[in-house]
């Protein structure tokens, strides 16, 4: 895993901007700390930071591949392609010869032999740029479930790109301004594919490609989710998810350097490790997250049954796991230093969820010490039908979003402390409308399918290409602030592609939620688990985390400089800086006093223009 930036410029010679290269790519540092290249070569300027996970002493990047001394492509690579031997045996039964053991040359190698049509041969989690010294045409690519991220600016005469936008910021000639559909953006929980927030930035979307050269640039999907006749019987698809789920799994395992489970004991995770005992040469080991005062003031909820950590105990046991618990407090949740960093990775107000940004940072960083590589269950709620919005009549026949409904909306909240004509100016009802057209439309759908079949078609749709781009963002993000490289088994594209066309009323034949990947696992994993209900990440309700906030909060509103004193509505701020404080706190009851923390911290830092 990785982090790449770079720089095409048709109309000039790059090399006296080698420093500007070197500003980009130095704000990839956390994405890889084991390494940094540079490469310049007249209107090309490509930067790699690398985290070192296979071929160690080998695959340095930038790599060239030349024939006959001359310079044929060179590529900057992020993520992990999880067939490259397969593709390196086939490369070499057409003549290829390799140097390296790693994924990188075979993915350079592949473009010199498929062209463009690279992406639709790899499987893994990736963003890359190759430069085509032949043809002088740089091709970035994203992976199908946008896993990798890969963000870009184009110029009058090229692009810059980069892992995150700190990369493309970094340029002199890139405005940080946020105009009203921005800010918007990162005000409502609706993730638009290819959006990036910042004006001038915009976000290669899953499953496409982007070729720049003189002419301009061309944008081309080459993979997205199929609507397809699912002729398999219910035997034969329990079946089939267990085979492809745990293929994705041992592929997945292939590392030169130490690997881990993220384990919560919830049925995913759980799934997931159990898969990965089975694969594994040697003990596999097993991570959870929770607080240090958990055990003495959890109380269940709408959402959370049950503390997370006897189920994931007994899950370990239970598979021969070596497991290790991190505990956290709100001092290291509330550590200034921390935030700095959550933010610096996010390089957004990263508002939704509030605390499980920084418990899912320091969880990483803790990993970090004993693994490089850890294995997780994101998609796996997308993908099965795990939410509860998925089995609640009122969100299912909802014209919006069904996580944006009555039960769901309110951990999405974050505009209470917001002035109110800002809010109105804003019209974010209309936009998410807007935002939910344009999903629909994208649906594909079978001849004749109508009812509830259609509707579940479409709400699996619009989790799996807007809902969980969130959560894959936030992990990314959270655990390469940390060095840690997280592989998502569940989002494998096989099973992806091959779960959305089960009928819905197999994805929920046992009456619960999940049906089909509970029965593909049950012989994998302790009774307890298989019935124990979705159960989210964990979220602290110490109150002293709130108190804390508010303090913070407290400051801004005395600050006349504080740049989000002017979109804040200040009878609200004092109103609930006035109200006591609950014996206990619930994330949904933060929302607002996160987003106007992190709003005025974002505004602050990155320096921030709003045109609105």
């Known amino acids: 895993m990785c982090g790449i930036a770079g720089w095409a410029s048709f109309d000039r010679d790059l090399a006296g901007h080698r420093d500007v290269l070197a500003a980009m790519t130095a704000t990839m540092a956390c994405r890889g700390p084991d390494d940094e290249g540079l490469f310049v070569d007249g209107p090309v300027a490509l930067g790699h930071r690398r985290l070192a996970v296979l071929d160690p002493a080998g695959s340095t990047q930038p790599m060239t591949a030349h024939a006959d001394g001359r310079p044929l492509a060179t590529i900057t690579f992020c993520g992990e392609v999880y067939n490259f031997a397969a593709l390196r045996t ?6 290829h010869r390799f140097r390296t053991r790693g994924d990188t ?5 592949a473009y010199l032999r498929w062209g463009e049509d690279v992406a639709e041969r790899l499987d893994g989690m990736f963003a890359f740029a190759v430069w085509d010294h032949r043809r002088r045409e740089l091709l970035l690519v994203r992976d199908r479930m946008g896993v990798k991220p890969l963000y870009y600016h184009r110029t009058s005469d090229g692009v810059l790109f980069g892992s995150e936008p700190k990369a493309v910021l970094a340029h002199p000639a890139v405005r940080r301004t946020v105009d009203a559909d921005g800010l918007s953006e990162a005000l409502d929980m609706v993730k638009t594919p ?20 003189t002419a301009g640039a061309v944008q081309r999907r080459y993979w997205a989710l199929q609507a397809e006749e699912h002729m398999d019987d219910l035997d034969t698809t329990i079946a089939t998810v267990r085979e492809l789920l ?44 929770d607080f240090a005062d958990a055990a003495a003031v959890f109380t269940p909820d709408a959402v959370r049954g049950g503390a997370d950590a006897p189920f994931a105990r007994e899950v370990a046991a ?21 935030r700095h960093a959550v933010l610096g990775a996010v390089d957004l107000p990263p508002a939704y969820w509030g605390d499980m940004w920084p418990s ?23 993908l099965f039908g795990g939410y509860r919005w998925f089995h609640n009549p009122n969100a299912i026949g909802a014209d919006t979003f069904p996580w944006l409904t009555s039960g769901s909306a309110r951990y999405f909240g974050g505009t209470s402390l917001l002035d109110r004509g800002l809010v109105a100016k804003l019209d974010l009802p209309s936009r998410r409308e807007g935002a939910y057209r344009d999903a629909l439309a994208e649906v594909p759908r079978l001849a004749g399918e109508s009812g509830t079949a259609r509707r579940m078609r479409e709400l699996s749709y619009l989790n799996l290409t807007r809902f969980v781009q969130t959560l894959l963002d936030r992990k990314d993000r959270m655990s390469m602030a ?39 696992v049950a012989d994998l994993l302790p009774r307890s688990v298989l019935e124990r209900p979705k159960t989210p990440y964990p979220a602290t309700l110490d109150v002293g985390y709130e108190k804390a906030l508010r303090e913070e909060l407290a400051r801004v509103d005395a600050d006349p400089d504080a740049p989000v004193r002017p979109l804040l509505d200040r009878e609200r701020v004092r109103a609930l800086l006035a109200r006591p404080l609950r014996e206990q706190s619930r994330s949904y009851d933060r929302g607002g006093l996160e987003m106007a923390l992190w709003l005025n911290s974002w505004l602050d830092r990155y320096r921030i223009r709003l045109d609105l």
């Open 360 to 382: 899912l940072y320091l969880l990483s960083r803790a990993i970090r010490k004993h693994a490089t590589v850890a294995l997780s269950g994101e998609s796996a709620d997308e």
């Open 246 to 289: 745990s293929a994705a799994v041992e592929s997945q395992l292939v590392s030169d350097v130490p690997l881990c489970t993220l384990l919560s004991g919830g049925l995913d995770s759980s799934a997931i490790t159990a898969l990965a005992a089975r694969h594994s040469t040697g003990r596999i080991r097993s991570f959870s997250v």
């Open 194 to 213: 290819g959006h990036a927030v910042f004006s001038a930035l915009a976000e290669l979307r899953p499953g496409h490609t982007l070729r720049i050269n």
């Open 90 to 95: 086939e490369l070499e039964g057409h003549g």
């Open 105 to 109: 040359e075979v993915v350079l190698q």
């Open 482 to 520: 940390a060095g840690l490289e997280v592989r998502v088994p569940f989002c494998d594209h096989r099973l992806v592609q091959y779960v959305f066309s089960v009928p819905w009323a197999w994805k929920s034949f046992d009456g619960r939620e999940k049906s089909l990947l509970r029965a593909a």
């Open 318 to 338: 239970h598979v021969g796991a070596e497991h290790h618990e991190v505990l956290l407090d709100s001092a290291g949740l509330t550590d200034p230093a921390v």
